[in-house]
């Protein structure tokens, strides 16, 4: 008990580390299925991130834009996201969902995409 009374940060930041981990994983392995029902991919990183290297088949939403952007996808398509590390395209899942989007995933960074 003393050890997670001097190390519950740690703690807290390493299970965060596993969930992220645990998720994206959970969606790569959905992402044939998705492909399939004719899912849009979403990268909001800024452009030029994007043009710096990105995942093909997706589309450059920034986050600072996706308000304007998400005029363009049905809200009955499902969405998955991605940014550099998963915080943004996570900000952006939030945006979405407030929206009225039902089906929204975070996959994390692009390169998710990749493997």
């Given amino acids: 008990m003393e050890f997670i009374r001097n190390y519950w940060i740690l703690i807290a930041i ?3 580390f ?22 849009i991919f979403v990268d ?4 030029a991130e994007y043009s710096s290297g990105s995942a093909p088949g997706t589309v450059n ?13 049905s809200k009955s398509t499902p969405v998955v996201l991605c940014c550099a590390s998963g915080t943004r395209s996570g900000i952006a899942k ?3 969902k407030k929206n009225g989007f039902k089906e929204v995933y975070n996959i994390g960074t692009w390169t998710n995409f990749l493997n």
């Fill in 14 to 16: 390493a299970l965060w």
């Fill in 18 to 39: 596993a969930y992220k981990w645990l998720s994206s994983k959970r969606i790569k392995s959905k992402l044939p299925e998705l492909r399939e029902r004719g899912a």
């Fill in 44 to 47: 909001v990183r800024s452009p």
């Fill in 61 to 73: 939403y920034p986050l600072q834009e996706i308000s304007e952007h998400i005029k363009k996808i």
């Fill in 94 to 96: 939030m945006t979405l």
